[in-house]
């Protein structure tokens, strides 16, 4: 399975501001980051989930140490990597991690694609985008009209060819939503309540649909559910299954009494049958 930590920064920090106090007056609170850290290494082993953590925003430099640290994937949300003048114009997904074009706090593809909610002086900017994401997605040139299903497919195919370990695609943007599930700072009745206005049975015999995901198939084949990195190499010779953790660790676990957890997850240099690695 997988494991999606939202706004992963707060198992270091959050941000908080007293009731009745302005913005100014917030201060960042720690979190006891490495025990935290050992009960989702422990959480993810136990139920052999791949975990990922939403690294967007304001991002210490501590957040994505820790994350390489215990094999946690950052995620690449694309819309946020276009920039017109920029060099580069589209920033590459990092190696390993988890791509989309947005989330679920983000416009859809369509949303984005014609500008939906934004108001005239923030129009060129996103034109800007838009033929930046065109070029390096779909072709030179500049965007004809009524391109949008070209440009998803373009996108969704230059992230599955980009070197993220897995691409996300948001099943709206396959029949071209163009309503957000969220928009974040608003407490409009819709948010969180609109309905999907397909059915999931609707969707294989929609030939636009299937098109779309056969893009992807092409550009990025299927591989069989399991398939991981070794453990421990040496020579080509692999060893699975190691673990530092003992009864006794489970056991102060479920007691919450082990405070140092964080000592026997994660990655760890070590000797397993006389085979060096990590």
């Not at 599955?160 to 099943?171: D, F, H, K, Q, R």
């Not at 991981?228 to 007691?255: I, K, Q, R």
Request: proline letters at 8%; aromatic letters at 6%; charged letters at 20%.
């Amino acid at each position: 399975g997988v494991l999606r930590i939202d706004h992963v920064m707060a198992l270091h920090r959050l941000f908080w501001i007293p009731e009745g106090f302005d913005p100014a007056d917030g201060v960042y609170v720690r979190y006891p980051a490495e025990e935290l850290w050992a009960a989702v290494c422990l959480a993810a082993t136990t139920h052999h989930a791949d975990v990922f953590g939403e690294d967007l925003g304001n991002v210490p430099d501590e957040v994505r140490a820790a994350m390489d640290l215990h094999g946690v994937r950052r995620m690449h949300v694309a819309q946020f990597a276009v920039h017109p003048g920029g060099d580069p114009d589209v920033a590459a997904a990092p190696p390993g991690s988890v791509a989309s074009f947005g989330t679920h706090d983000t416009p859809t593809f369509a949303g984005w694609w014609t500008g939906q909610g934004l108001d005239d002086g923030a129009l060129p900017e996103r034109v800007a985008a838009r033929e930046v994401l065109w070029r390096r997605a779909v072709g030179k040139g500049r965007t004809p009209a009524s391109a949008t299903r070209r440009a998803l497919d373009g996108a969704h195919r230059m992230l599955a060819e980009g070197p993220a370990g897995t691409v996300m695609v948001n099943l709206e943007d396959l029949w071209l939503e163009p309503e957000p599930q969220d928009v974040p700072g608003t407490d409009t009745p819709a948010n969180w309540t609109r309905k999907a206005s397909r059915a999931l049975e609707d969707l294989a015999a929609d030939a636009a649909v299937t098109a779309s995901l056969c893009v992807l198939a092409e550009a990025r084949p299927w591989q069989p559910a399991g398939a991981h990195p070794p453990a421990v190499t040496d020579s080509g010779e692999t060893v699975f299954g190691v673990s530092l953790l003992t009864t006794d660790d489970l056991h102060l676990f479920n007691e919450g009494r082990h405070f140092q957890l964080h000592r026997k997850l994660g990655a760890h240099p070590l000797t397993a049958d006389g085979h060096e690695g990590t």
